[in-house]
């Protein structure tokens, strides 16, 4: 099989990625190693942009999305028992998120990739990429016992942070940054309205907390929680009766609870690879980084990866140019750093560090303070939440 794009991995920035090459006549293979329920059934964060939103616009996938998705043009934070609001409309000169998760997303490029006709191996084995240093890359897989090749001008690996791509590349050409944060979010997904009308961020002593949604009848929560804990050891009650001890007097008489439909617990990590090209392989999204969720910035950044790189690709055969696909790393790498930059704010300002000891408590503090009475600090967390310009 031969085919121009070789797009190893199926979420979000695989199937972005896909959609605006098949729209453009590039034509583009997506090799998954899991089933396509598989990928559905990851429950990721759900916080559009609106770059993000007009990507998947300009992917043509845009419509249950603007019918859905909830429009906010706020959130609100919690510290020292009291709710707060950041105004990010006023805050940024009209600028909005929306609010509709990552599945949804998902499931609307999936519906859109199948609808085109274009190719998707899901169940792809044993992923190898070849030959990125020449003209001529290979990706080699199994599926169903029988080995394939396909032979591509380009590899974009998009295979997430455990992926294959980022593995291939030479120790020696390749450098990264990592923080792990010592705690997890354990998160809860049920079908109750939300606690409020706007996302809450809570800092309280007993540790972060994080009120949000899929849609009015579906509420996500999470808990800041240690590493050392399981999933088992959170009935849905203990879930229940620690956010509330977290949560502000009217967000508790407000909590509706109900049975969990989904619960798990991820770890907290700051990653960036450098650089994100190798010769004819890119990495976009979590293949290249990670944020931790704080600042809901994950799914957005996989979105302005694949901006700059599908830009790239349409010039390199529209034009027969190669600055895009040139620039890539460095463009693509400079609005990464600042949005690790500001996840990590967010992360340390929220969330308890009990090795920071009564100092960090108070800086915290203060830096709260300092931010709900100064409009300039409030516009910079503002116009960071929204979305630095692509
Ligand atoms: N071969 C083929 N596919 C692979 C391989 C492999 N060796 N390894 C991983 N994959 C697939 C995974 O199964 C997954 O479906 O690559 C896909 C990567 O998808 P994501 O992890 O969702 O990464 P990405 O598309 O970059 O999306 C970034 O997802 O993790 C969240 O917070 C993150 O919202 C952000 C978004
Ligand atoms: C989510 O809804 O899952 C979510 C929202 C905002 C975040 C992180 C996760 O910052």
Redesign the pocket.
């Known amino acids: 099989m031969r085919t121009q794009v070789a797009i190893i991995g199926a979420g979000p920035s695989g199937l972005l990625l896909g959609q605006l090459l098949t729209r453009s006549g590039i034509d583009n293979v997506v090799l998954e190693r899991q089933t396509p329920e598989y990928v559905l059934g990851r429950i990721r964060?759900?916080?559009l942009e609106q770059g993000a939103v007009a990507m998947l616009d300009e992917a043509g996938v845009g419509a249950r999305l603007h019918a859905e998705g909830l429009v906010h043009g706020g959130i609100e934070l919690t510290w020292a028992g009291e709710r707060h609001r950041v105004d990010l409309n006023a805050l940024t000169g009209g600028k909005n998120v929306v609010v509709y998760g990552q599945t949804e997303v998902t499931r609307d490029l999936m519906d859109a990739r199948q609808a085109s006709g274009a190719t998707s191996v899901y169940e792809a084995a044993d992923v190898a990429v070849d030959g990125f240093d020449s003209n001529r890359p290979t990706v080699r897989y199994r599926k169903g016992g029988t080995a394939h090749a396909l032979e591509c001008d380009f590899v974009a690996g998009c295979d997430g942070f455990h992926g294959v791509c980022r593995q291939s590349v030479p120790t020696g050409a390749i450098r990264s940054y990592e923080r792990v944060y010592p705690f997890g979010w354990l998160g809860l997904l049920s079908d109750t309205p939300p606690v409020s009308k706007e996302?809450i961020y809570v800092s309280h002593e007993r540790g972060f907390a994080?009120c949000?949604m899929r849609s009015l009848k579906r509420s996500?929560y999470y808990l800041q929680c240690s590493l050392e804990d399981k999933v088992e050891d959170w009935s849905d009650a203990r879930f229940w009766d620690e956010l509330r001890r977290r949560l502000d007097p009217r967000a508790v008489a407000d909590l509706v609870t109900g049975p969990s439909i989904e619960k798990s617990i991820a770890p907290l990590r700051s990653f960036v690879a450098e650089p994100l090209r190798f010769g004819r392989l890119f990495l976009a999204g979590d293949a290249g980084h990670i944020v931790p969720?704080?600042?809901?910035k994950g799914l957005n950044l996989a979105a302005s990866d694949v901006r700059y790189l599908f830009d790239g690709l349409v010039e390199h055969y529209r034009r027969g140019r190669s600055v895009g696909l040139d620039a890539y790393s460095s463009r693509a790498l400079r609005r990464i750093w600042k949005a690790e930059r500001f996840s990590w704010w967010m992360t340390n300002l929220l969330h308890r560090f009990p090795e920071n000891g009564p100092f960090g408590e108070k800086m915290q503090l203060a830096e709260l303070d300092y931010l709900f009475s100064s409009k300039a600090a409030l516009t910079a967390l503002a116009e960071n939440y929204v979305g630095l310009p692509y």
């Open positions: 964060a759900g916080v996302l994080l949000s996500r969720p704080t600042g809901a």
